[in-house]
């Protein structure tokens, strides 16, 4: 990894964070409609209206408009919210720890759990074990979320009250600091359970047929050869080098850490960024989902500059092919 | 042979949809009759009789239905799906209270372009559509079809509101009345020869409005069948919106709910309202419906009103700027644990009274909870929008008019009477609004509640042109209290609606509203006090004790409510 290539590489992604800066601000502006003009009440006269898109700013020239933005979003100062009236910082910050607690949990155990899968099911090729695991994950990646979502609740929640419906504490929630955090995995436990169990199927099948692979290489062989432990075998040789597109599809997936919330958050009733997108873009929020979005794209662009890094990091060919470049 | 026996299943099919309708609203009737028992005096009701009131945040419906199921919710409003409503009846635990409510669904025609600048065609379109056939096939007969432009449960309706016009024979005869034939596919022919081109029909996206999506087709289907080729065109809410405000479409579908007074006739129809952002998105401009509609909204006392709302009804029935389709029911599922529920045929168990009266089946006395579909978000009463901050703002604050569950007619809030009259003379005759405030209210924190708050509420909105009070408050002219507990208002002009519109208002206390600094981004939960007075101070029957965002918002009774000081009577 050298300087040219640092620098060079930084410069694209700063390129991409200023196409999507100015992308944000005028796909919002130009899709119909805003904030105002969908409201349908008789008790809301035109005059009303207007007062209402002076309040939000939405009466000053689109030049005047986007340089605000832009200060905004530069200054990481990202105004109010039309809807809450409060600092979209605070919305976001207040909502982001259910968000990263609920998806990195559940992509940490779907990932352990999709991984672990996939190597038995490499390991046990036309036995059962790769047979269940296939299935399994063809399942599991083939049903829609939100039917999986609603059937654990029913299933879970309702028939068998096991997990409450919905949020994460209790009403009223309970005392004590031991017994909130009781509560809160208590509630979380559903919400988990779900994107795990839609999760690891993914990682199941993916990982089984780097395994598959890379198991019939020459070097496992010489491995053997030389009597290694199967133990040795798979995880010191064989996963190793499967090792980097798996961290490369762990942060790449990042960023679907708060996207892919929406959802889930939907139907568990939880507070958390994946609905305060879902509202904004819905109720043309602009301060609120144009910050959503530029933080996304930020997430998304430094998480893809940390992948390439980790991937020279991991894989020697990667960098020696850098060097020789 | 087969063309008989298909008119002879037309007919008795008409006859069984029109026979469930009738029972429906029957069982309706009856249902809401043997749940209220006694016709109570509002007035005298004693409450609230429950310590806590909980509304537990559940945005996913599904979920809403499955904590209903599960007992943890005692109160579920709002319910729209028959699938739902079905679920939940079948449940014994629950009881479901149904009500006329105030939605409406209209075919809007664009009565500037053709073929809908002929109110003939327009009357032709009317006459075409079978909006009992939608009722039972999409709405499983939980909506009742409408052929009025306000809401049935309204007061001001005509009686005739829900009489049946579907008439193919006589559409068809009315188009060729108006030169119109038809060509061999059957479709329509403009009187000068030319086939009438491609009607587009905008709908909401399926995904989005499934049954408004699914009722589209219906209604291009039935104007097919007197030749208008009509067809149904699925786009974005906000973009069809957008088209409707530009004219820039032919036919439209879209629901709305409408208030209970006549007045909203005037932004809907009058012409002066064809403007941007304006209400008359079917661009209707007819002289004498101008000048009724004007009459209505400028009527000095409710008599005129009246006279002017029953004739610009009968001028819509003629005109037919929009179709009216159906009215959906109000519906609620209460759970059987509680007593005291009430329900009229005009509102629905989760309403006010319910909340005041509903007392525990066994006698423990426990928090009731009910569900808040959406998250609140806002609790600035100046700038909170949404129908969810108002559901918690809405048992904060209080008007000075109320409305009487049985009759939605006015009756006395904060106020315990008052009087419009015009004054003046030539140019300066205005109306005048003269309220008589109760003796002894209190605001929530103990302070005295007095006509000189009233005062300090109209004046504040008046004077930062608060957008969501401000078609209240724009033709106040002055506002005087006195200390024997009287407040007149003087406005700029005539108009019976002044006293709902100035009457309704919520009010603060004056100290609180004197505190403000920054009313825009006042957060009346934000402890620091940086742009305002901490707390929601208000007159309700509740008051706020813990908002948790995401999860619940937490009520507790006000003690200082003036209802509690009634005697314990009348109520069952």
């Known amino acids: ?325 | 042979m087969k063309r008989k026996s298909y008119a002879i299943k037309n007919i008795l099919r008409f006859k069984i949809t029109s026979l469930t309708i009738i029972t429906f609203i029957f069982l309706l009737v009856a249902a809401s009759t043997s749940y209220s028992e006694v016709r109570f005096d509002p007035q005298k009701v004693y409450g609230p009789r429950i310590d806590k009131l909980c509304m537990v945040i559940i945005r996913n419906s599904d979920a809403q239905i499955l904590a209903a199921q599960k007992g943890d919710i005692d109160i579920m409003g709002d319910m729209a799906l028959p699938s739902d409503i079905d679920r939940l009846s079948r449940d014994s635990r629950l009881t479901m209270s149904l009500a006329r409510g105030f939605h409406a669904f209209f075919l809007l025609l664009n009565n500037k372009a053709a073929p809908w600048d002929d109110k003939y065609v327009r009357q032709a379109a009317a006459q075409a559509i079978d909006r009992n056939n939608i009722v039972r096939t999409i709405y499983s007969g939980y909506c009742e079809p409408i052929n009025t432009w306000l809401p049935p449960v309204s007061p001001w309706a005509l009686p005739e509101s829900g009489k049946v016009i579907f008439d193919r024979k006589a559409a068809r005869a009315k188009l060729k009345s108006r030169g119109y034939s038809w060509n061999l596919a059957g479709t329509l022919v403009t009187p000068k020869g030319k086939v009438v081109p491609k009607l587009k029909l905008l709908t909401p996206l399926a995904r989005v409005a499934p049954t408004t999506a699914e009722l589209a087709e219906q209604i291009a289907d039935s104007l097919h069948a007197v030749g208008f080729p009509v067809e149904v065109e699925p786009m974005d809410f906000s973009a069809m919106i957008s088209k409707l405000d530009r004219k820039d479409y032919s036919l439209a579908v879209l629901a709305w709910g409408m208030g209970r007074n006549p007045d909203s006739l005037y932004s809907f129809y009058h012409s002066d309202m064809d403007v941007e952002g304006g209400y008359n998105v079917t661009g209707a401009k007819d002289k004498e419906l101008d000048e009724t509609l004007h009459r209505l909204r400028f009527a000095k006392d409710k008599a005129e009103a009246e006279k002017a709302s029953i004739k610009a009804q009968h001028l819509l029935t003629d005109v037919v700027p929009s179709v009216p389709i159906y009215s959906r029911f109000s519906v609620a599922a209460v759970s059987r644990k509680w007593k005291n529920v009430l329900t009229t045929d005009k509102i629905t168990a989760d309403n006010m009274w319910t909340l005041m009266m509903a007392e525990p089946v066994d006698g423990k006395m426990r928090t009731l909870n009910m569900v808040l579909a959406e998250e609140p978000r806002n609790m600035n009463p100046f700038v909170a929008s949404s129908a969810y901050s108002w559901q918690v703002l809405g048992m904060i604050y209080e008007g000075m008019i109320g409305s009487d569950p049985f009759t939605l007619e006015d009756m006395p809030a904060l106020a315990e009477s008052w009087s419009v009259k015009t004054s003046g003379s030539g140019e300066a005759t205005h109306t005048e609004l003269l309220f008589k405030m109760k003796q002894g209210l209190k605001w929530n924190d103990g302070s005295s509640l007095t006509a000189y708050d009233i005062k300090a509420t109209i004046d504040f909105l008046k004077k930062n042109k608060v957008p969501r009070f401000f078609d209240s408050v724009k033709d106040v002219k002055s506002v005087e209290a006195f200390d024997d507990g009287r407040l007149i208002v003087r406005m700029n002009n005539i108009s019976y609606w002044h006293l709902n519109n100035v009457g309704s208002l919520p009010c603060l206390p004056k100290n609180i509203i004197d505190k403000i600094k920054d009313w825009q981004n006042w957060n009346p939960l934000d402890k620091t006090g940086k742009s305002g007075p901490y707390g929601l101070i208000g007159s309700g029957p509740f008051m706020l004790e813990t908002y948790k965002p995401g999860e619940y918002v937490m009520m507790n009774k006000n003690v200082h409510y003036r209802m509690l000081s009634n005697p314990k009577r009348n109520t069952k």
């Not at chain 1, 986007?66 to 905004?72: A, E, L, R």
């Not at chain 1, 509630?187 to 988990?192: A, G, I, N, R």
């Not at chain 1, 959802?263 to 904004?280: D, K, Q």
């Open chain 1, 1 to 325: 990894m050298n300087r040219k290539w640092l620098i060079r590489r930084i410069l694209s992604s700063l390129g991409v964070l200023a196409a999507v800066l100015v992308l944000n601000f005028v796909l919002f502006r130009i899709m119909p409609g805003d904030a105002i003009s969908t409201i349908i009440d008789p008790s809301f006269s035109p005059e009303a209206k207007a007062l209402l898109r002076e309040l939000y700013g939405l009466d000053k020239p689109m030049l005047e408009q986007f340089f605000i933005y832009m200060k905004q979003m530069l200054t990481f100062n990202f105004g109010l919210s039309f809807l809450s009236r409060r600092p979209v910082w605070q919305e976001l910050l207040s909502r982001l720890p259910s968000t990263l607690i609920l998806m990195s949990v559940s992509m940490v155990l779907s990932s352990i759990l999709g991984i672990w899968l996939g190597i038995k099911a490499a390991l046990n090729r036309g036995k059962f074990v790769e047979t269940l695991v296939l299935r399994l994950g063809a399942v599991a990646t083939s049903f829609p979320g939100f039917f999986v979502q609603l059937v654990l609740l029913m299933l879970l929640a309702r028939t068998f009250a096991i997990f409450p419906l919905r949020g994460s504490l209790s009403v009223p929630p309970p005392t004590g600091t031991f017994a909130i955090i009781l509560d809160y995995a208590w509630h979380m436990t559903l919400p988990v359970l779900s994107l795990t169990l839609m999760g690891f199927g993914g990682w199941a099948l993916y990982v089984r047929n780097l395994m598959v692979r890379v198991l019939g290489e020459d070097y496992v062989l010489m491995a053997r050869a030389r009597g290694l432990t199967e133990k040795r075998i798979v995880y010191g040789h064989a996963f190793r080098t499967i090792l980097p597109p798996i961290l490369t599809i762990l942060l790449m997936s990042v960023p679907g850490l708060v996207s892919g919330a929406v959802i889930t958050e939907s139907v568990f009733s939880l507070y958390g960024v994946g609905t305060f997108l879902l509202e904004a873009v819905s109720g043309h929020d602009y301060p609120s989902a144009g910050a959503a979005f530029y933080l996304l794209a930020l997430i998304t662009i430094i998480s893809n500059f940390f992948a390439d890094i980790v991937y020279g990091l991991v894989d020697p060919r990667v960098r020696i092919e850098g060097r020789n470049r």
